[in-house]
């Protein structure tokens, strides 16, 4: 149990420091904001175990545990600030409250409503592999598939609340959706039937390496604020002090990861074999056909 809490308090790190990284020069650095993403990581590393074990997963995988609560911070931070929140939107461009096409929804009432849809329209996809999982008889690809899905329910998500502000970026659309099939594809050794988990799990890593990117190498300013320019520049140097603990979430997550595919290796070969050899039926099959 402390295991899973402190996984789970490493995993709220790793979102408050992109979080704090990335909008500290736009905004107020607030203590108590920072911390949020660390105490609901810590929570969830109490919680999600147990309620995973309802669901049969007896042994969790702690790297797919630590994305796993990647992903649900991440829902429960965005349904927060959608649906329940108030504050005012004058400094987004994208709002952070749900909006229809672009046009913020105000009643709060229709808005803890929708917010209630939200969570149950997300408890469903998290069944849906659960059930519908092993649709082929090749478990490689089936991770793949999974991890994909979960890259586009990112993609969806993202193009309802950016969309009708930026407009739609068809180069941009795919990348989740690219990004979720290879962490399907990395996760598949560690699991067996848990679909449902590494669904979320994808959602997860998949929001880690683009947030990576999008914050630490492309750099830049975030879309969401009105303002391009920094607000707070004394802050473009006080945020590198975030980066030190940033690196040891992903330190943290490579040391859970690394050894538990040393360990699934062969199983992995295996996978990679039977790919290639469906790959090669295929051409055969076309070959034959044409």
Same mark, same amino acid.
């Given at each position: 149990?402390?295991?899973?809490?402190?996984? &789970?308090?490493?995993?709220?790190?790793?979102?408050?420091?992109?979080?704090?990284?990335?909008?500290?020069?736009?905004?107020?650095?607030?203590?108590?904001?920072?911390?949020?993403?660390?105490?609901?990581?810590?929570?969830?590393?109490?919680?999600?175990?147990?309620? =995973?074990?309802?669901?049969?997963?007896?042994?969790?995988?702690?790297?797919?545990?630590?994305?796993?609560?990647?992903?649900?911070?991440?829902?429960?931070?965005?349904?927060?600030?959608?649906?329940?929140?108030?504050?005012?939107?004058?400094?987004?461009?994208?709002?952070?409250?749900?909006?229809?096409?672009?046009?913020?929804?105000?009643?709060?009432?229709?808005?803890?409503?929708?917010?209630?849809?939200?969570?149950?329209?997300?408890?469903?996809?998290?069944?849906?592999?659960?059930?519908? &999982?092993?649709?082929?008889?090749?478990?490689?690809?089936?991770?793949?598939?999974?991890?994909?899905?979960?890259?586009?329910?990112?993609?969806?998500? &993202?193009?309802?609340?950016?969309?009708?502000?930026? &407009?739609?970026?068809?180069?941009?659309?795919?990348?989740?959706?690219?990004?979720?099939?290879?962490?399907?594809?990395?996760?598949?050794?560690?699991?067996?039937?848990?679909?449902?988990?590494?669904?979320?799990?994808?959602?997860?890593? /998949?929001?880690?390496?683009?947030?990576?990117?999008?914050?630490?190498?492309?750099?830049?300013?975030?879309?969401?604020?009105?303002?391009? /320019?920094?607000?707070?520049?004394?802050?473009?140097?006080?945020?590198?002090?975030?980066?030190?603990?940033?690196?040891?979430?992903?330190?943290?997550? =490579?040391?859970?990861?690394?050894?538990?595919?040393?360990?699934?290796?062969?199983? =992995?070969?295996?996978?990679?074999?039977?790919?290639?050899?469906?790959?090669?039926?295929?051409?055969?099959?076309?070959?034959?056909?044409?």
């Amino acid at each position: 149990m402390l295991i899973y809490i402190l996984v &789970g308090t490493v995993a709220g790190l790793h979102s408050s420091c992109w979080g704090g990284y990335k909008d500290s020069p736009y905004e107020p650095f607030i203590t108590l904001k920072y911390i949020r993403s660390i105490i609901v990581g810590s929570i969830c590393g109490l919680i999600v175990p147990a309620l =995973l074990n309802l669901h049969g997963y007896k042994e969790i995988n702690l790297a797919l545990l630590f994305c796993f609560i990647i992903a649900i911070e991440r829902v429960f931070t965005e349904t927060l600030k959608a649906f329940f929140r108030e504050e005012s939107q004058e400094k987004y461009n994208i709002p952070t409250k749900f909006h229809y096409l672009g046009k913020v929804i105000n009643n709060k009432i229709l808005r803890i409503f929708i917010g209630a849809g939200f969570l149950a329209l997300l408890y469903g996809l998290f069944c849906i592999p659960e059930i519908y &999982g092993n649709f082929i008889n090749n478990h490689f690809l089936v991770c793949i598939f999974w991890g994909a899905m979960s890259g586009l329910a990112s993609s969806l998500g &993202g193009m309802w609340k950016d969309a009708p502000i930026e &407009g739609f970026d068809i180069i941009k659309f795919p990348r989740s959706f690219i990004f979720g099939g290879i962490w399907g594809a990395i996760f598949s050794p560690l699991v067996s039937s848990e679909y449902s988990l590494l669904f979320y799990a994808s959602i997860g890593s /998949e929001r880690m390496a683009v947030e990576f990117y999008k914050t630490f190498i492309a750099g830049g300013p975030s879309s969401k604020f009105k303002v391009k /320019e920094p607000v707070y520049p004394d802050w473009l140097i006080k945020r590198r002090i975030l980066i030190f603990p940033y690196a040891v979430t992903w330190i943290t997550f =490579l040391g859970l990861l690394i050894p538990s595919l040393i360990k699934s290796i062969q199983h =992995l070969a295996i996978c990679y074999q039977h790919l290639i050899g469906l790959l090669l039926n295929m051409l055969v099959t076309s070959q034959l056909l044409s």
